[in-house]
């Protein structure tokens, strides 16, 4: 059996990783805004002591708002950055589902027309690569048909020299 080849270059795709790691970042500087209002809450509840608080209607109440908005600004920020991510996942997912699908349209036999993804999406150099290699089958299944259609000089099948000579 053969030895598993590793890897040795990390950022092979500098478009869909750089813009994965740029993602990752964003909810990093988001989260850390989400820790630095946790922080301010701790010093709030901590400055005072926690037996004033208890005492202090004004300050409990301050406190018990920005614990709420806190609270709510989790909820929130949440399911918008499962939506952000969803949304980035889907300029590589989508092109690829599409290219499996058309691939497998063309492997059953299928004439398939060229393949274009949406602006914005990742991979359209793989389309062109796709449409490149169908235009080659095209072409060669069209050689092809033309050869076995047209009768032999002796009104035999073609001869396996010129069925080669398509390929």
């Given at each position: 059996?053969a030895?598993?080849?590793?890897r040795?270059k990390?950022f092979?795709?500098p478009?869909?990783q750089?813009?994965?790691?740029a993602?990752?970042v964003?909810?990093?500087?988001?989260?850390?805004a989400?820790?630095?209002m946790l922080?301010?809450i701790?010093?709030t509840?901590a400055?005072?002591?926690?037996a004033t608080?208890?005492?202090d209607p004004?300050?409990m109440s301050?406190?018990?708002s920005?614990?709420?908005f806190a609270a709510l600004?989790a909820?929130?920020?949440c399911?918008?950055?499962l939506?952000d991510?969803m949304?980035?996942?889907?300029?590589f997912?989508?092109?690829?589902?599409?290219?499996r699908?058309?691939?497998?349209q063309s492997?059953?036999?299928?004439?398939?027309a060229?393949i274009?993804?949406?602006k914005g999406?990742f991979w359209?150099?793989l389309?062109?690569?796709?449409?490149?290699?169908?235009?080659r089958?095209?072409?060669?299944?069209?050689?092809l048909?033309?050869a076995?259609?047209?009768?032999s000089?002796?009104?035999l099948?073609p001869?396996?020299?010129?069925l080669q000579?398509?390929?």
């Open positions: 059996m030895a598993k080849q590793q040795k990390q092979v795709d478009v869909v750089g813009a994965l790691i993602q990752a964003r909810y990093w500087f988001v989260s850390l989400m820790v630095g922080a301010m701790g010093w509840m400055t005072p002591g926690f608080l208890a005492n004004a300050t301050a406190v018990l920005t614990v709420a600004a909820v929130v920020v399911p918008i950055a939506y991510l949304r980035m996942s889907h300029r997912t989508g092109p690829m589902l599409r290219l699908r058309v691939m497998r492997a059953a036999g299928d004439r398939v060229p274009r993804f949406r999406d359209h150099e389309a062109e690569a796709f449409n490149g290699m169908q235009g089958i095209n072409e060669l299944e069209a050689r048909a033309e076995e259609s047209r009768p000089s002796d009104g099948e001869h396996e020299s010129e000579a398509v390929g």
